[in-house]
Nanobody, 126 residues
Framework: QVQLIESGGRTVQAGDSLTLSCARSGPSTSHYAMGWFRQAPEKEREFVAVTSWSGITYYADSVKGRFTISGDNAKKTVTLQMNSLKPEDTAVYYC????????????????????WGPGTQVTVSS
């Protein structure tokens, strides 16, 4: 059973930085991707960033230049470094694993992911 657990969410002020972490346990696969999504109240879940086993990364336009995703294949962890946080970044952040990743994927569709963590709340106050 694959399990994902996020950590690091908390309340910060606009302009602050925050790092989220996701730990994966259970069976693994050689070709996979780890993504971050977020969901604000009354909004749909949206793509934030993804990193693949081969080092491919993609970001949503709204976070490009401010957020950095990095994965450690050996430790089965993925982190999301978030800088210059804005109130509109407030959301529950979810870690997800795609165990059927292909290098021509972009990882932006939540339905492509096989496993999800329970989420961690990030609140950015103005």
């Amino acid at each position: 059973q694959v399990q994902l657990i996020e950590s690091g969410g908390r309340t910060v002020q606009a302009g602050d930085s925050l790092t989220l972490s996701c730990a994966r346990s259970g069976p693994s696969t050689s070709h996979y991707a780890m993504g971050w999504f977020r969901q604000a109240p009354e909004k749909e879940r949206e793509f934030v960033a993804v990193t693949s086993w081969s080092g491919i990364t993609y970001y949503a336009d709204s976070v490009k230049g401010r957020f950095t995703i990095s994965g450690d294949n050996a430790k089965k962890t993925v982190t999301l470094q978030m800088n210059s946080l804005k109130p509109e970044d407030t959301a529950v952040y979810y870690c997800a694993a795609d165990f059927q990743w292909r290098d021509d994927d972009y990882g932006i569709d939540p339905s492509e992911y096989d496993y999800w963590g329970p989420g961690t709340q990030v609140t950015v106050s103005s």
